[in-house]
C-alpha cells in the first residue's frame, strides 16, 4: 500500500505515487478499505485530527470479500 502526506507542497510526490499503480488483474476491495483503516488506527495524534483514506476502486470487487452486503458491514 502507497502511503503520502497530503500537504500542497507534496503533491508532485502523491502524482509520482498514484502513476506508479498498475492493474493486476484484481480488485481487492475489502483488503484495501481494511489496511486503510488499519493505518487510521495506527495514527497518533490529537483526538479532534481528521484523518481520511482515499480508497480507488474500479468498483468490482473481485476478490477478498465480494459480497457488497458484506462490504458494507
Do not use: H, Y
Amino acid at each position: 500500500m502507497k502511503k503520502f502526506p497530503t500537504s500542497a507542497w507534496r503533491s508532485v510526490s502523491a502524482i509520482t505515487a498514484l502513476n506508479t499503480i498498475q492493474d493486476r488483474g484484481c480488485t481487492n476491495l475489502s483488503g484495501g478499505l481494511l489496511e486503510g483503516l488499519s493505518v487510521l488506527e495506527e495514527r497518533s495524534g490529537q483526538k479532534n485530527e481528521v484523518s481520511s483514506v482515499l480508497l480507488m476502486t474500479d468498483g468490482l470487487a473481485n476478490a477478498g470479500i465480494t459480497d457488497p452486503r458484506q462490504l458494507v458491514n
